[in-house]
């Protein structure tokens, strides 16, 4: 060792150890503690003996994490990658999917600027297990309406920003699969680990203080968090806890979709003249065809050019013809949060002997949102007639409107339009959030003798995500002339001029009286909640030195729930009264009385409230870190939500003298479902280790059988609830090797089955069943899939050169034998899995529907190769010796089938996997010497897919361009105990970056959330 290593090193025994890590304080304060420099990976066998001596010493500082977590890899004889609590601790991370991302093979989405889900060798959320202390953990939020995950997460999929990296000592990747292992995992299995009070003996405590800077918003927020542990005679206790608070802000353009052909949604005014003898506009009388077999056949419909005016005749030419795209609806958006986590985890530890080892965990973590979205949209694009007339033309959309002006580029993309005659949304939306997060686990390990060794784990962990309200209220600009959007410059920030001044109330409409139309007030409440109970037994049997047998079995009961209510009369919906004489009358669905109170009192506000501006406020600054052209949009009106629940009562689930305002879940059928799922297992595996010859071999060969029972329940209708049961069976074997060539050179091989379990929104029996004969269908779930299947290959290459020092390639290949999609298919009634009783006379189980709904599919392969590399410059002199690198790149190349419809005649093509960049790098530089430690990250992921097709029958996708973030974090230690911390995240303010069309970039969101900064001081007692 050199000399400027061997400064770094302290006896094990030392009870003094210094706090690690900048941004991730209590994970530092778990590192103060002496929580484990080597942990075992999930599914590894049993350590062996290293190749050669590990000196009784440890390194501290950023260094001494990588070295821990290598040391953890060479003993796995599974393909595993370790984060130990001070490596996470060093790096610049706000939460665990930022530190997970440092891995090969591992990507991750981020949403509202913050890691959310990640990606592992190819494949999301469904396919990647997520255990806390060892029990599989769900964990739900909902995320921004600009980015790639927006909305509930209701799927298998963890929410990792519900977490604060601080309440983990280490996070292990397995990405191979053993039979010991639980199943459910295709891609990988995560296990993060919190500390325990034995993993260092004796008192110790800790304190750590940050703030936070925003810039996108320029606002302040604090991080704390804390350590206490002791450790008395044959008992153990550890307690920590983490809070902090955040204030995000997000702005950007973004479009929904892209619209194809001049007809799609009815297309726009046409090109003929007004005839005076018919009543209304004849505009689009003159006989104009559908252009294109997706929009329709024959002719448009007439009498809805309620205008009266004509576009212009050769701006209508250019888009009158097929594989001509524009936007559907694009518009400028801020999205803000106002986000409070708390964590806490304890650990209690009972120890007698060597023999008997007894431990209690448990987690817990609040996560609140207070959310407000904003937005300036066009609407008309997006809009059919809609219910409109020539008696009252309002929300005549798209097929009221002009075009005037277009400019279409080479790949068919509209770069440039002028419209008259539209309708612009101002909008604003604002949503109270929280996610309750818990897991505890009692493990109890026995030895008997010196070969039988029997564990007992008894577990329970839940998630439960409420949103008791979402109140999104909408202003209306209708039939604005002079819109112009124009996006030939610079397709991130395309030219938008409204055509009206966009910050003055009286240039919008609320309530359109003697309409009968209600204006836009949605409401929305909603929930999920998962639960998993589950008991593990395990005993292992060492047959000899070389050889060792296992067995066990696991049971898990898991139930997963989801509500949703919203405001039972849309837009536009019919009249409906519940009293004349009680304001605080309950609605019903519809009540019965049809006097008095209509679904919205026009006369009532317009008293109330005869100036708009009571209820709005103005929205400023937007845009300001995205580059704007000049002249652009930086401001709007918009109403303000928290004055329309206030001063409307919109909140009261009630009919009051301003409207009803009831919820109800009729209306949102296919958000009330649920899922009960019953697993168990049963596994036999042994463990070998063997030298030959000088040259050490060490694996595991197993078979793991799995019984699964699932009962899925929803709605076909408001009155008629449906369950479905469903089981299956898989055997999947296993087999993992290590073969060490040369002291510091190790072979690995792997081979399994693997499944994983279906997503719950394909699970549901619920939908819309259509009974009519000569049109019988029905548009359902499945609950009747059968799991995701695939064979997993694995072979990698390790070098150990010298303490610190890694270097290694792995290929992996995976075989995807089925996948899930939405599909249409002509089958008899009595296989949909739904009761006969709601067959009407002369329908039975035999009867022919055209069923919609998810289908299992065959499936496709994911291949790829990841390289890593990590070293510490010891060999440079001076300053330099304290360098070092670590750095990791991983290339993947996919594919699957894809139905492009759910039509019967479908068209099929083969792509990659979504949200899978086919290049993905992270690297590291890092300073570390006995005071001063400083490392700067970058993660770069190529552009890649997220969803396709991005239209019916059309084969082309939505994609993200790439991106790259950098981070920075240093600190300087000022004693044993004091350390002073900064971090800085995302120093190139990276955008969201999203387009429709491999070649036709129509952008799809652009949007900014700035940078952040973390100052700091971690002490310990």
């Known amino acids: 060792m050199t000399q400027g290593l061997t400064n770094h090193r302290r006896l094990i ?408 005659h539209v309708d612009i949304k101002h909008i604003e939306e604002g949503s109270k959030t929280r996610t309750n997060t818990h897991e505890i686990g009692l493990t109890f390990d026995q030895k008997f003798g010196d070969k039988w060794d029997v564990t007992l784990k008894l577990g329970h962990a839940g998630s439960t995500f409420k949103q008791p309200w979402d109140v999104l209220v909408s202003y209306d600009a209708f039939n604005k002339d002079g819109y112009v959007w124009d996006a030939r410059q610079d397709a ?127 929205l400023t600054g937007w845009g300001s870190q995205l580059g704007l052209p000049a002249g652009s949009v930086t401001g709007w009106v918009v109403p303000n939500v928290a004055a329309y629940i206030d001063k409307l009562g919109v909140l009261c689930n009630c009919a009051n003298k301003y409207g009803d305002f009831t919820t109800s879940y009729t209306t949102a059928l296919g958000s009330n479902r649920s899922v009960d799922e019953k697993d168990l297992a049963f596994y036999g595996q042994a463990d070998f280790n063997y030298d030959l010859n000088g040259h050490r071999l060490r694996g595991n060969l197993g078979v793991r059988y799995v019984r699964t029972k699932v009962e899925s329940t929803g709605y076909t209708s408001a009155t008629s609830q449906v369950t479905v049961p469903n089981k299956y069976n898989d055997f999947l074997p296993a087999v993992n090797v290590s073969y060490e060539l040369t002291e510091n050179l190790i072979l690995r091989g792997a081979a399994a089955k693997v499944m994983a379990r279906p997503g719950f929104t394909a699970l549901t029996p619920g939908g819309t069943v259509n009974t009519t004969f000569g049109a019988q269908s029905a548009t359902i779930g499945n609950p009747l899939l059968n799991p995701y299947r695939a064979k997993n290959y694995d072979v990698s290459l390790d070098w150990y050169p010298q303490r610190g020092a890694f270097y290694g390639i792995a290929l992996f290949y995976k075989d995807v034998a089925s996948s899930i999609q939405n599909l249409a298919a002509q089958e008899p009634y009595g296989q949909t899995g739904l009761p006969l009783s709601l067959l009407p006379a002369g329908q039975d189980a035999s009867t022919v529907y055209l069923v919609t709904r998810f289908r299992n599919t065959s499936g496709g392969y994911i291949e790829g190769v990841e390289l890593n590399a990590q070293q510490p410059f010891t060999f440079l002199p001076g300053l330099l010796s304290h360098t070092g690198v670590a750095a990791n790149y991983t290339h993947v190349k996919s594919s699957v089938l894809y139905y492009l419809s759910a039509g019967l005649t479908a068209t099929t093509i083969h792509d990659q996997f979504v949200n899978v960049s086919p290049d993905s790098v992270n690297a590291t530089l890092f300073y570390d010497d006995d005071r001063f430690s400083t490392h700067l990250s970058l993660a770069y992921r190529s552009a890649y897919l997220t969803a396709l097709p991005f239209k019916s029958e059309v084969p082309d996708g939505n994609y993200s361009y790439a991106t790259t973030n950098i981070d920075l974090s240093a600190s300087y230690k000022f004693s044993d105990h004091l350390k002073v911390t900064f971090d800085a995240l995302n120093l190139t303010n990276q955008e969201a970056d999203q387009y429709s069309g491999k070649l036709r970039k129509a952008q799809r969101v652009y949007s900014t959330t700035g940078r952040q900064f973390f100052l700091g001081v971690n002490y310990t007692f």
């Open 492 to 618: 991130r920030r395309p030219i938008i001029n409204y055509g009206y001044d966009v910050t003055n109330p009286a240039n919008v409409t609320f309530t359109n009286a003697g309409t009968g139309l209600t204006p836009d007030i949605r409401i929305v409440k909603a929930s999920v909640k998962n639960n998993l109970s589950n008991a593990a037994f395990n005993v292992k049997y060492d047959w000899n030195d070389n050889l060792t047998f296992k067995a066990g079995t696991m049971y898990k009961d898991f139930t997963f729930r989801t509500t949703q209510e919203q405001r039972f009369f849309a837009n536009n919906g019919p009249p409906c009264t519940v009293s004349s004489t009680s304001a605080a009358a309950v609605a019903g669905s519809p009540p019965a009385a049809c006097t008095g109170y209509s679904t919205f009192n026009f006369a009532q506000f317009a008293s109330d409230f005869p100036n708009l501006a009571t209820l709005s406020s103005n």
């Open 13 to 420: 025994n030392r009870r003094r150890s210094r706090l690690f890590g900048p941004s991730s304080a209590v994970l530092a304060l778990l590192a103060a503690t002496g929580a484990p420099l080597v942990a075992h990976a999930a599914g590894a066998a049993p350590a062996a003996a290293p190749p050669a001596e590990v000196e009784t010493v440890i390194v501290t500082g950023y260094r001494a994490a990588l070295e821990s977590a290598i040391e953890a890899k060479r003993r796995s004889v599974n393909e595993v990658d370790v984060i130990k609590a001070d490596d996470m601790a060093s790096f610049p991370d706000a939460n665990l999917a930022e530190s997970i991302q440092r891995i090969p093979g591992v990507s991750i989405t981020r949403d509202a600027g913050e890691g959310r889900n990640v990606t592992v060798r190819g494949l999301g959320g469904d396919f990647v297990r997520t255990l806390l202390n060892g029990i599989e953990a769900y964990s739900n939020t909902t995320g921004s309406t600009l980015g790639i995950t927006a909305g509930i997460n209701r799927t298998r999929g963890f929410d990792y920003s519900t977490f604060a990296s601080e309440l983990f000592n280490s996070v292990t990747v397995s990405k191979t699969q053993s039979a010991e292992m639980d199943e459910g995992s295709i891609a990988a299995t995560i296990d993060l680990q919190t500390a325990r009070p034995f993993d260092k003996s004796g008192f110790r405590a800790a304190l750590s203080a940050q703030g936070a800077y925003y810039d996108a918003n320029k606002t302040y927020a604090p991080r704390l968090a804390g350590l206490i542990s002791d450790t008395w005679g044959d008992f153990g206790l550890l307690v920590s806890g983490a809070y902090s608070k955040r204030k995000a802000q997000e702005d950007g353009y973004s479009d929904t979709s892209q619209s194809d052909y001049s007809d799609a949604l009815n297309g726009f005014c046409g090109v003929a003249v007004d005839d005076p003898s018919q009543p209304g506009s004849q505009v689009i009388n003159t006989p104009i065809p559908y252009v294109n077999a997706l929009s329709g056949t024959g002719n448009r419909p007439a009498n809805q050019c309620f205008s009266g005016l004509p576009s212009d005749p050769v701006a209508y030419a250019k888009i009158n013809k097929p594989n001509v795209f524009l936007p559907r609806n694009p518009g400028l958006g801020r999205f803000t949060l106002d986000q409070e986590r708390i964590g806490l985890t304890g650990a209690f530890e009972y120890r007698p002997s060597d023999r008997t080892h007894v431990t209690l965990d448990a987690v817990y973590s609040r996560f609140n949102q207070n959310r407000l979205d904003y937005a300036l949209s066009l609407a008309s694009n997006n809009r059919n007639v809609n219910g409109a007339s020539a008696a009252f033309p309002l929300f005549a959309g798209r097929v009221d409107s002009q075009i005037l002006d277009v400019d279409v580029d080479p790949n068919g993309q509209v770069d440039y339009m002028k419209l008259n």
